[in-house]
C-alpha cells in the first residue's frame, strides 16, 4: 500500500528540517512527499529542497485551507492520503507505519495520531494537548474529535466528499463528522505519535478559538439565544476548565502559571463564544463564507 505525504508549510524553517528527517526514517517507505508551501520568507523553501520532496507554492494571501487540501489530494497518487503539519515532529521512526496500518479495515475512512505538546509550549497548549489526546478516553465523551495535523485518510472517500472550502479553520473537524456520520470509522492510533510545536500568543489564542466557534455553529448546527449561549459557551465551560486546571498546574508548580492560566481560558472561551454567536449571525443571514482573516 502506497501513500502520500501532504506536509503544509509556512515560515517554519526553525523546525521543518526535523519533521522531513523524522518522515525519511520512518519503517514505512514506500511514500511519495509533497509539500505546499504557503509564501514562506525565512528560508523554509531552501531547506525543503534539501530533501526529495515536490514542493507546490501557495501564493501569499492565497491560503484557504479547504481549498488547498482538496488541490492536494487531487495531485495525490495513492489510495490513501497522510497529512502532516510541518511543526509535527514524528516521535519514531513507527508513526507511519502505525497510522496507517488501520486502513486494512475497509471501513475505516480516516485516522489521526496522538499529539503531545513541545517542552517549550505554554502550559495551557501542554495541558490541553494531552487531554484531548492521551490514552483517548477523554475525547471519547465529546460529540466528535479529530486533527489534521497528522492525519490520513482514504482518498475514495474524499472523491464523494471534498473538503468544505468555506470552512475557516475546522475544515478536518467537519468532513470527519461528515464522513463518520456517512457510516465510515474514525480512528485514533494512540501509537503513532508526533510531537507538534505550538507557539502560540495570546492574541493567536483568541483568534484561533474564534474561527473555530465561527465554524463550530456550521459543523454541529449550533443555535440559541445570547444568554444561553453566554452560559453553555462561556461562562460554565470556563469555571469547569479552571477548576481541571488546578490539579495540573499542582504538579508543577509555579505562580507564574497559577495567576495566567485563567487569563489564557478566559481569552480562549471568550473567542469561542464571540465566535459561536458571529457565526450564528452569518448563518442567519444566509452567509456561510465569513469574511474574516
Known sequence: ???????????DADIIEMTLKGVLEQSFQDVEVINFDNGSTDGTVEKIKQFTTKIVPVPEGSYIPG?????????????????????????????????????????????????????????????DTERAFGDGEEHKKWEHFFSMA????RKILWMNDRFDEGMLISEDMEWSYRI?????????????????????????????????????????????????????????PLAYAIARDIPDLMKNFSWK?????????????????????????????????PGIK
Open 180 to 236: 463518520r456520520k456517512k457510516g465510515h470509522k474514525v480512528i485514533y492510533a494512540k501509537d503513532s505519535i508526533v510531537e507538534h510545536h505550538h507557539h502560540y500568543s495570546v492574541k493567536d489564542l483568541y483568534h484561533r478559538h474564534l474561527k473555530e466557534g465561527i465554524d463550530s455553529v456550521k459543523i454541529f448546527s449550533i443555535n440559541g439565544s445570547s444568554i444561553g449561549l453566554f452560559l453553555k459557551v462561556f461562562l460554565y
Open 67 to 127: 481549498r488547498v487540501l482538496n488541490k492536494a489530494v487531487e495531485l495525490s497518487a495513492s489510495e490513501i492520503i497522510v497529512f502532516l503539519n510541518s511543526d509535527c515532529v514524528p516521535v519514531n521512526k513507527y508513526w507511519l507505519e502505525n497510522l496507517v496500518k488501520p486502513f486494512e479495515d475497509p471501513a475505516v475512512g480516516a485516522v489521526f495520531s496522538r499529539q503531545v505538546a513541545a517542552e517549550d509550549s505554554l502550559p495551557i497548549i501542554k495541558i
Open 1 to 11: 500500500m502506497a501513500v502520500t505525504i501532504i506536509i503544509r508549510s509556512r515560515n
Open 150 to 153: 497528522s492525519s490520513a485518510l
Open 257 to 289: 502559571d497559577v495567576f495566567t492560566m485563567p487569563a489564557y481560558r478566559l481569552v480562549l472561551f471568550w473567542g469561542r463564544f464571540k465566535g459561536t454567536k458571529k457565526g450564528i449571525a452569518l448563518g442567519s443571514k444566509g452567509s456561510r463564507v
